[in-house]
Nanobody, 125 residues
Framework: QVHQVESGGELVQAGGSLRLSCAASGGTISPYAMGWFRHAPGKAREFVAV??????????DYSDSVKGRFAIARDNTKNTVYQQMNSLKPEDKAVYFC????????????????WGQGTQITVSS
């Protein structure tokens, strides 16, 4: 099983930008859809972004709350997925996690039963 380690979370002012990295170990990420999720205090874990690459082509999707501000990208040669986060808002404060699944639609449901430590993003206004 592939495991991921998230990094890049910091304290940032509203309107600022961050770039998160998710470094995978235990195998190549090439067969997997990769996604970003977040968990804020008092709220359920939620989907943020996904990217899938396979014989059928590539696909990306974003939650409505981050469309136009966040961008997910992957570098399969480095077994790493990134998330560029622009125009950050206080509402974006959360612990951000990455995860993977062979099925991008299933990954989108936030149904994974194994999560890493995540990386904390704090946005100050």
């Amino acid at each position: 099983q592939v495991h991921q380690v998230e990094s890049g979370g910091e304290l940032v002012q509203a309107g600022g930008s961050l770039r998160l990295s998710c470094a995978a170990s235990g195998g190549t990420i090439s067969p997997y859809a990769m996604g970003w999720f977040r968990h804020a205090p008092g709220k359920a874990r939620e989907f943020v972004a996904v990217t899938g690459v396979g014989w059928g082509g590539s696909m990306t999707d974003y939650s409505d709350s981050v469309k136009g501000r966040f961008a997910i990208a992957r570098d399969n040669t480095k077994n790493t997925v990134y998330q560029q986060m622009n125009s950050l808002k206080p509402e974006d404060k959360a612990v951000y996690f990455c995860n993977r699944d062979m099925n991008i639609a299933r990954l989108r449901t936030v149904a994974k039963d194994s999560w890493g430590q995540g990386t904390q993003i704090t946005v100050s206004s």
